[in-house]
């Protein structure tokens, strides 16, 4: 079935650090992709989508390619704030259906 | 800004009990779902409803659970004989229509004892 794969940390980085986490798919259609991100205490909110290949989703900074040759869907800030604490989630949705399959989630610190 | 709202935030019940989660999705949404996360695993994928009725269940939503929405408002996830295997964070989550964004809650900590 659908998968996704993404780091799993726990990541610590200091504020303004370049962030990337890896996100890997295996599906049989052409899935739409996306990044949710849960602040503490929270539930889960979208940060980006893209539901083509070769789309970028982006949003607060944060930008994401759907790459269809390396199944791929990697999320990227160029400069992290205290602030983008959280754990972050890449999921899909497959054609016909509206269930999200998610990733095991990435928490990442930011340190001051 | 509209939002998704479960209640209670915990839940600690004892094995064999029957449990209701509620939640009361954005009042313009139209597609309702249930998700779950154990402790240290995936959010995984439970039952979407829409139209008063299901539209989508795992492998996980099997017999013991069933979903209602009783009044137009609220939206519930029902465990009739919990298990201690149940125990684990429960998200409820609406979105508008087809293929728009899901809006989740911050979910309800259901504990089996």
């Known amino acids: 079935g659908d998968s996704v794969t993404q780091m799993e940390g726990p990541v610590t980085l200091s504020e303004e650090a370049f962030l990337t986490i890896n996100c890997t798919y295996t599906a049989t259609g052409y899935p739409s992709l996306f990044w949710y991100v849960q602040y503490p205490g929270e539930g889960l909110q979208l940060l980006l989508k893209a539901t083509k290949a070769d789309d970028k989703g982006s949003n607060k900074g944060f930008e994401a390619t759907y790459r269809k040759e390396t199944t791929s869907f990697h999320l990227e800030k160029g400069s992290v704030q205290v602030s983008d604490s959280a754990v972050y989630f890449c999921a899909l949705t497959q054609g016909g259906s509206e269930k999200l399959v998610f990733g095991k989630g990435m928490k990442l610190t930011v340190n001051p | 800004e509209p939002e998704v709202t479960q209640t209670p935030s915990h839940q600690v019940t004892q094995m064999g009990q029957e449990v209701i989660l509620r939640c009361v999705p954005i009042s313009n949404h139209l597609y309702f779902y249930w998700y779950r996360q154990i402790l240290g695993q995936k959010v995984e994928f439970l039952v979407s409803f829409y139209n008063n009725e299901i539209s989508e269940k795992s492998e996980i939503f099997d017999d013991q659970f069933s979903v209602e929405r009783p009044d137009g408002s609220n939206f519930t996830l029902k465990i009739r004989s919990t298990k201690l295997e149940d125990s684990a964070m429960y998200f409820c989550?609406?979105?508008?229509?087809?293929?728009?964004?899901?809006?989740f809650g911050d979910g309800t900590r259901l504990s089996i004892l």
């Open positions: 989550a609406s979105s508008e229509e087809y293929n728009q964004p899901q809006h």
